[in-house]
Each structure stands twice: as C-alpha cells, then as structure tokens.
C-alpha cells in the first residue's frame, strides 16, 4: 500500500515563496508520473502542476510562471516550487499520480496566503 505524504505548508505573505514535499512511502511506479493537486475551501479539487513526460511538465494557466514542479529521482520526492504566491492560492496541496489518480489520497499540506 502506497501513502503518500505531502508537507512543506504553511501561513505566508502575498509575494512570499514556499517549497512543498510529496514523498510517497511504499513502491510506486514512476515519480515522473506524479503531479500537485489543490483544494481551496468550496472548490473541487484541481489538478495545478504535473510531469507529462519524463522531460516535460503542464501547468494550469493560474500558476504558470509561478509555480515549478520538480523532482529529486535518488530521494524518490517530488517538489512544488511556489514563488509570488497570491491570496487565491490558498488551499489544501496535495500529491498523486496524474494525469489519472490512482493513489488513494494523503492528508495534503495546508497552504495559507494573506494578503
């Protein structure tokens, strides 16, 4: 059984920068499968950053340019960098294959942005 566990958030002012953590304990198939989903209080959850290919990475329109996935293969983790985060952002980040979710869900890392 795979759980995956994200961390990394926290309360941070508009413009400020955060990196999250997805480090799934248990064998998956790839890290390079993986992406970051969200959850702001009263919206369905949202796919914002994934790898698509070995090589290649999406965003939704809302980070781009923002936001950066990453990946470290020898610690089996997958990162989200956050950079001039916005109020809007604020949410419940979490970690899981895409772009079909086959994993059950971790508890997410609670991300807070004011303004």
């Known amino acids: 059984q795979v759980h995956l566990v994200e961390s990394g958030g926290d309360l941070v002012q508009a413009g400020g920068s955060l990196r999250l953590s997805c480090a799934p304990s248990?064998?998956?198939?790839?890290?390079?499968?993986m992406g970051w989903y969200r959850q702001a209080p009263g919206k369905q959850r949202e796919l914002v950053a994934h790898f698509t290919s070995a090589s290649t990475t999406d965003y939704a329109d809302s980070v781009k340019g923002r936001f950066t996935i990453l990946r470290d293969n020898a610690k089996h983790t997958v990162y989200l960098q956050m950079n001039s985060l916005k109020p809007e952002d604020t949410a419940v980040y979490y970690c899981?294959?895409?772009?079909?979710?086959?994993?059950?869900w971790g508890q997410g890392t609670q991300v807070i942005v004011s303004s």
């Open positions: 248990g064998s998956i198939l790839s890290i390079n499968t």
């Open positions: 899981n294959t895409s772009p079909m979710v086959l994993l059950p």
